[in-house]
């Protein structure tokens, strides 16, 4: 089969309005553990997984002995969001616009499965939709790149001839290891100034921003 041009997009955050309330749920879950972290910390860290916000919240020199737990307490909490869970301004709009350029159109979301499919039908974006990742489909969760080459494992994209769209400096670190160019999007609360010196090489406010701007944008030149 032959690889073609395709874009990938992260979810939460930058499709979906999550990144405040994962944030709130990890606070939760955390206190009830015995761990007072600021807010403010726990958002910088949103974007890993819990395979790896926890020891970055925590330290690696810990009993580690709760952490399933404390995953499961921030999952159930979280869970309690679902059903109220909102899209971004212009996120399907622009997963179609995608697709109408002839580019494959790839969700790389390391969100575990019944979460993926909660994020799709928030999205309401399936037939622009090549493929997606979930979780399952990746050692560990970014900064390492292995969602992004499941990703590109799954859907057949030339790594050539390929963006990644994401809106945490882990996913421009993710991006990276594998020499993706990423465009940041500031709608997960990280600022384009962040998100540029971590080395997106764009930035635009949220998915309707980059809509707006797409003929201009990186994307355009995939083709």
């Keep these: ?27 939760e879950a955390l206190r009830r553990f015995g761990h007072d972290v600021p807010m403010a910390e726990i958002h910088r860290g949103i974007g890993m997984g819990s395979d790896k916000i926890i020891d970055h919240l925590l330290g690696t020199d810990r009993d580690q002995d709760a952490d399933p737990e404390l995953t499961t307490a921030h999952d159930v909490l979280y869970g309690a969001w679902w059903e109220r869970l909102r899209p971004l301004p212009g996120a399907a709009d622009l997963l179609r ?10 969700l790389a979301s390391s969100a575990k499965e019944a979460e993926l499919a909660i994020l ?11 493929a997606a990742t979930s979780s ?4 560990q969760s970014k900064p390492a790149p292995d969602i992004l080459q499941a990703a590109l494992d799954q859907s057949d994209v030339d790594p050539h001839r390929c963006v990644f769209v994401g809106d945490a400096v882990w996913d ?9 160019p990423c ?3 500031a709608c997960g609360g990280t600022s384009a100034a962040e998100l540029t010196e971590a080395g997106a090489i764009t930035t635009y406010a949220d998915p309707a921003a980059l809509l707006r701007d797409l003929g201009q944008s990186p994307i355009a030149k995939l083709g």
């Design 97 to 106: 616009a995608c697709a109408g350029r002839g580019l494959a159109v790839v």
């Design 120 to 130: 799709r039908k928030v999205i309401n974006a399936e037939d622009a939709l090549t």
């Design 1 to 27: 089969m032959t690889a073609k041009p395709g874009v990938l997009f992260d979810v939460d955050g930058t499709l979906v309005d999550t990144t405040y309330l994962h944030t709130v749920a990890w606070w």
């Design 172 to 180: 421009v670190k993710a991006a990276a290891a594998l020499d993706i």
């Design 183 to 185: 465009i940041g999007l």
């Design 136 to 139: 399952s489909d990746a050692a």
